[in-house]
């Protein structure tokens, strides 16, 4: 009788224990934050100081972990096969959420099913700049010479099917204009060659185009976001040289794998914006390049859904495709 009673406790001990963990307040482990650039770029900076603020806000270790190549598609797709239990962060920009299903039919990953926003972190202002050497001022004046001389001008981008990339050929479709795209591998050589006007002009983010208009080396035109960008107050829209409705840019969100226990999404969403809502960490995302839009994401579908299809549409009109 004794060891039956025996027994009998130690099972409901046992089982106390294991009810007890699988309550465990979260978070009671490190955390992982998913970023699919490599270790350096503006994405990844902006990715580490967000991580560091969220291990104050939500008293655990977040261990970043680039998982770069395919154009984001790597580490998408880790992210979205990850266990949905709030330990896999992922924090990427519309080049994994719009930009690619625009262009690929052959995803491993669904940029609407497969994930669920935690909030939106910051947005990347897209430059329009040209070699300072160049004679062209103003936007007008380029449009001016691109319609008197067309597929004379080139323009460079830091690779095929990026933001930069659609930022072109929308300018193009607005304009009416002809001019050529150079893709390069990443914003450093096309920068390179911009600086040596082996190219006249490229589309690129204000953080890679920042460092050499501060040198006088190149020039900026334009952004092509719908306001003018924080770092470069005196550079007009697209929009207002002459172009209504032109607005693209390089939107920054996390999300984790979907499914994730509502008590847990609440805490993570809160946990964002608390973070994001430092002084400081907007004060050094903002000097990395990023204008920081601590916001939550609670129209993620249309939002997803609306920009792809009209993504979709400038790349088959410009003939985009993947590389």
Do not use: C
Request: aromatic residues 6%; proline residues 8%.
């Amino acid at each position: 009788m004794k060891s039956r009673v025996t027994s009998i406790l130690a099972s409901a001990l046992a089982a106390a224990s294991l009810s007890g963990l699988a309550h465990a307040a979260y978070p009671d482990k490190p955390i992982q934050l998913i970023l699919p650039f490599p270790p350096g770029g503006a994405a990844d900076v902006g990715g580490r100081l967000v991580a560091a603020q969220l291990e104050k806000v939500l008293g655990t270790t977040v261990i970043v972990n680039n998982r770069p190549g395919g154009g984001t598609i790597i580490g998408a797709q880790a992210a979205a096969n990850a266990a949905p239990d709030g330990y896999t962060l992922f924090m990427s920009s519309n080049s994994t959420f719009t930009l690619n299903p625009a262009i690929r039919s052959d995803l491993p990953y669904d940029a609407v099913k497969d994930f669920e926003p935690i909030g939106a972190v910051g947005t990347l202002p897209i430059v329009l700049a040209v070699n300072s050497a160049q004679p062209y001022k103003t936007l007008a004046e380029l449009v001016d010479a691109a319609r008197a001389k067309p597929d004379a001008l080139m323009y460079a981008s830091f690779g095929t099917g990026t933001v930069a990339h659609f930022a072109g050929e929308m300018f193009k479709s607005a304009s009416g204009i002809r001019i050529s795209h150079v893709p390069y591998r990443g914003s450093a050589p096309a920068m390179t060659d911009l600086i040596g006007n082996q190219i006249p002009m490229a589309f690129d983010t204000v953080v890679g185009v920042l460092p050499q208009l501060k040198s006088g080396k190149v020039r900026p035109l334009a952004v092509t976001t719908s306001s003018r960008a924080k770092a470069l107050p005196d550079v007009p829209t697209v929009a207002e040289s002459g172009y209504p409705g032109f607005d693209l840019s390089s939107w920054v969100v996390m999300v984790t794998p979907a499914g994730l226990p509502d008590d847990v999404a609440a805490k993570l969403k809160e946990g964002l914006v608390t973070a994001m809502a430092d002084p400081q960490l907007q004060e050094r995302m903002a000097a990395a390049g990023f204008e920081p839009v601590p916001t939550r994401v609670d129209d993620w579908k249309s939002r997803v859904s609306e920009e792809t299809a009209r993504l979709k549409t400038i790349a088959e009109k410009a003939n985009i495709k993947p590389e």
